[in-house]
T-cell receptor, first 114, second 118 residues
Framework: AQSVTQLDSQVPVFEEAPVELRCNYS??????LFWYVQYPNQGLQLLLK??????LVKGINGFEAEFNKSQTSFHLRKPSVHISDTAEYFC????????????FGTGTLLAVQP | DTAVSQTPKYLVTQMGNDKSIKCEQN?????MYWYKQDSKKFLKIMFS???????INETVPNRFSPKSPDKAHLNLHINSLELGDSAVYFC?????????????????FGPGTRLTVL
């Protein structure tokens, strides 16, 4: 079955430290990968996406992610986090096709501490 | 201009009632979706419509009935509300290009409707 795994439910990190949020997906011939961020009591905002081309994808707010086909991973990174980055981060995969159904991971709470 | 909007933002109601949530997108997309986010923040697709036709119907109780009057609107009607229906419901839109139009695989989400059933 198609699935997305975010192993870390919560990642505490100090301000200005680097962070990596992990995401793995079940293998398929072609995938589209997304990271969404959800700030408290708000909707989902697209951070970045991989559809094709360069495996290193840059997004908003200084985030980037690398698509690794052999490891079926799409980890999210930021070299220096801010308090304002505290939020829930969701990795999602679509296998394209007629429905473009998004399958979400269970989310990772990034908790940035001063 | 808000790209994907939902009304109401909050909905508090009693068990057994019937309620509706409305969604509108002004992005010119041809496909709209409803997702449910439970208390543990898990997001799951419920329905999807492409040009007013149902294309995704996950295992959802038939008390939930989506309706798409046109491709810019997708409403969700829920009959006989139960405690377990309490959740945040998100609408989203994208273009899958089934009718020969442009395709974008990015889904854009609305702000969510927090439904609380008492």
């Amino acid at each position: 079955a198609q699935s997305v795994t975010q192993l870390d439910s919560q990642v505490p990190v100090f301000e200005e430290a680097p962070v990596e949020l992990r995401c793995n997906y079940s293998s398929s011939v072609s995938v589209y990968l997304f990271w969404y961020v959800q700030y408290p009591n708000q909707g989902l905002q697209l951070l970045l996406k991989y559809l094709s081309g360069s495996t290193l994808v840059k997004g908003i707010n200084g985030f980037e992610a690398e698509f690794n086909k052999s490891q079926t991973s799409f980890h999210l990174r930021k070299p220096s986090v801010h308090i304002s980055d505290t939020a829930e981060y969701f990795c999602a995969v679509s296998y394209g096709g007629a429905t473009n159904k998004l399958i979400f991971g269970t989310g990772t709470l990034l908790a940035v501490q001063p | 201009d808000t790209a994907v909007s939902q009304t109401p933002k909050y909905l508090v109601t009693q068990m057994g009632n019937d309620k509706s949530i409305k969604c509108e997108q002004n992005l010119g997309h041809d496909t709209m979706y409803w997702y449910k986010q439970d208390s543990k923040k898990f997001l799951k697709i419920m329905f999807s419509y492409n040009n007013k036709e149902l294309i995704i119907n996950e295992t959802v109780p038939n008390r939930f009935s989506p309706k798409s009057p046109d491709k810019a609107h997708l409403n969700l009607h829920i009959n006989s509300l139960e405690l377990g229906d309490s959740a945040v419901y998100f609408c989203a839109s994208s273009s899958v290009g089934l009718a020969g139009g442009p395709r974008t695989d990015t889904q854009y989400f609305g702000p969510g409707t927090r439904l609380t059933v008492l």
